[in-house]
């Protein structure tokens, strides 16, 4: 784990208003909206802020939630969770370890083998298409 130290004025610089406002605010954009929600294009999800691998498409699942949806994590250290109580309800929000942008929730009510749901917004992410990754 690399750990990534911005200030909030380089985040600004450097991320897209819409991915400012979802990894460095907590927002979430609309549902169905996202360029990933429904792609079956195999590769690697990355943080959008800080490349750090996420989600392997191989654990995408079709939730009907309208946000990209995983079964599990490359790497249980590659992400945090984090107790959520906005908008009046108990949730577990996701963030990625290296630079703590927010990238979604995760839900118990996902397929097997975890039985998770990672609920995570598109523009979070930066998919590495498999003949693009290093071997």
Same mark, same amino acid.
Do not use: M, W
């Given at each position: 784990m690399t750990r990534v130290e911005k200030s909030d004025r380089e985040w600004k610089e450097?991320?897209?208003?819409?991915?400012?406002?979802?990894?460095?605010?907590?927002?979430?954009?609309?549902?169905?909206?996202?360029?990933?929600?429904?792609?079956?294009?195999?590769?690697?999800y990355r943080c959008a802020a800080c490349e750090n691998d996420l989600f392997d498409s191989a654990t995408k699942f079709k939730s009907g939630s309208g946000w990209p949806s995983f079964w599990a994590p490359v790497d249980e250290e590659s992400v945090t969770h984090h107790e959520d109580r906005k908008l009046l309800m108990e949730r577990t929000?996701? $963030?990625?370890?290296?630079?703590?942008?927010? !990238?979604?929730?995760?839900?118990? @009510?996902?397929?097997?083998?975890?039985?998770? $749901?990672?609920?995570?917004?598109?523009?979070? !992410?930066?998919?590495?298409?498999? @003949?693009?990754?290093?071997?």
């Open positions: 450097e991320l897209t208003r819409e991915e400012y406002r979802v990894l460095r605010k907590g927002g979430t954009e609309r549902a169905f909206s996202g360029k990933y929600y429904d792609t079956e294009e195999k590769g690697i929000e996701v $963030r990625c370890a290296d630079c703590g942008g927010h !990238l979604g929730h995760v839900f118990d @009510d996902g397929p097997p083998p975890t039985h998770k $749901r990672y609920c995570i917004n598109s523009v979070a !992410l930066a998919l590495a298409p498999r @003949d693009q990754q290093e071997e």
